[in-house]
């Protein structure tokens, strides 16, 4: 018996996923990128990372969450994604809301809410539109200080480098 509940493993919190998801929206930052991370996890197990890196790789579309759920459904070698969660540092636009459904995840847990572009609750409600034959459950505000905070210190280091080049020459 004490065996056995010693052999269990314990299941993490969102906020345990959501570290992991800030630490990638960090590396984000480190390479000059808006900084968004995001995970996905299944049976208590990362299978996908990806931070925003549209600049990088010059690609309109590698925001954090399609670069998570690509690196997901490589390591699985399923284009499905059903059972697993995805969590991201910031509130999912529509390009990345759409991929999310066509990927059948299961539930997506965000950080900071995004009022200009979020396409969950703030512009758009796109996971409850009644059309939908596959329901993604969601929840937001996990981590919502650290998570907005990482973006505005990203923005404000940005004006400020800005305005040292411009007082410079
Ligand atoms: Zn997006």
Redo the contacts with the bound molecule.
């Keep these: 018996m004490q065996m056995e509940s010693n052999l269990q493993i314990e299941k993490k919190s969102d906020k345990y996923w959501m570290w992991q998801a800030l630490m990638l929206a960090q590396q984000a930052a480190d390479n000059n990128e808006v900084p968004?991370g995001a995970v996905v996890v299944r049976n208590n197990e990362i299978i996908g990372r990806g931070r925003?890196q549209a600049i990088g790789a010059c690609d309109p579309?590698a925001?954090?969450?399609?670069q998570a759920l690509r690196d997901a459904a490589n390591n699985i070698n399923n284009y499905r994604l059903n059972g697993s969660t995805l969590y991201v540092t910031?509130e999912?636009?529509?390009?990345?809301?759409g991929?999310m459904i066509h990927s059948r995840i299961q539930r997506v847990v965000y950080g900071a809410s995004e009022p200009k572009?979020g396409?969950v609750i703030s512009q758009m409600q796109q996971f409850d539109q009644p059309y939908l034959n596959h329901q993604v459950a969601h929840a937001g505000g996990v981590c919502a200080a650290e998570c907005s905070q990482i973006i505005s210190h990203f923005f404000a280091r940005r004006r400020q480098e800005k305005l040292e080049k411009r007082t410079q020459s």
């Design positions: 968004v925003n579309t925001h954090a969450e399609i910031l999912p636009c529509g390009m990345c809301a991929a572009a396409a």
